[in-house]
T-cell receptor, first 115, second 116 residues
């Protein structure tokens, strides 16, 4: 089944404790992206990647890191989480045949709470 | 800059009836894609339907159809024969070459409640 998977689905952690949210897709997509969704602010892009070893900042990259060592995986790293990073996080992927028309498929989301 | 507007914060529809969720957009891109996503209370973001800016036919996917009026810059979602499981938030989104990071630009969403 074609899908984007994220783990964990739910996470409660404390300020400053490093964490990684994994994302994997089995559709051989070049493009992958991380978003966060917050009430009143909608979905905002954190980082994106056009291919292996090619990553770039989105609209809200502060406090996050990513890596793309393999095409299928795009982990999101919070080196020192803070309460303002409490959010619902989505990983998404798409082809890059024509960036304006390719559908982005989303993972199931990760609900992160930072105390 | 792109803008997606969904003017209906909440909608009610009775089971088996059809419902239209409105979406208007603004962009200077010539080539763009319009998308609808469903977000149930469990939180996933589920892709429903896509319309390309150069597509002449309105997109359809099962009970979902997209009423695309390019001159009016509208891309309304029509759900036919509503089911209780259709109760969710619905987001209209756009992607174009001017989007920073090729990100999707989302509207604020419409909450749909299907009643028995």
């Amino acid at each position: 089944e074609a899908q984007v998977t994220q783990n964990p689905r739910y996470l409660i952690t404390v300020t400053g404790k490093k964490l990684t949210v994994t994302c994997s897709q089995n559709m051989n997509h070049e493009y992958m992206s991380w978003y966060r969704q917050d009430p009143g602010l909608g979905l905002r892009q954190i980082y994106y990647s056009m291919n292996v070893e090619v990553t770039d900042k989105g609209d809200v990259p502060e406090g996050y890191k990513v890596s793309r060592k393999e095409k299928r995986n795009f982990p999101l790293i919070l080196e020192s989480p803070s309460p303002n990073q409490t959010s619902l996080y989505f990983c998404a992927s798409s082809l890059l045949r024509g960036a304006s028309t390719d559908t982005q498929y989303f993972g199931p989301g990760t609900r992160l709470t930072v105390l | 800059a792109q803008k997606i507007t969904q003017t209906q914060p909440g909608m009610f529809v009775q089971e088996k009836e059809a419902v239209t969720l409105d979406c208007t957009y603004d962009t200077s891109d010539q080539s763009y894609g319009l998308f609808w996503y469903k977000q149930p209370s469990s939180g996933e973001m589920i892709f429903l339907i896509y319309q390309g800016s150069y597509d002449e036919q309105n997109a359809t996917e099962g009970r979902y159809s997209l009423n695309f009026q390019k001159a009016r810059k509208s891309a309304n979602l029509v759900i036919s024969a509503s089911q209780l499981g259709d109760s969710a938030m619905y987001f209209c989104a756009m992607r174009g070459n001017s989007n920073s990071g090729y990100a999707l630009n989302f509207g604020k969403g419409t909450s749909l409640l299907v009643t028995p």
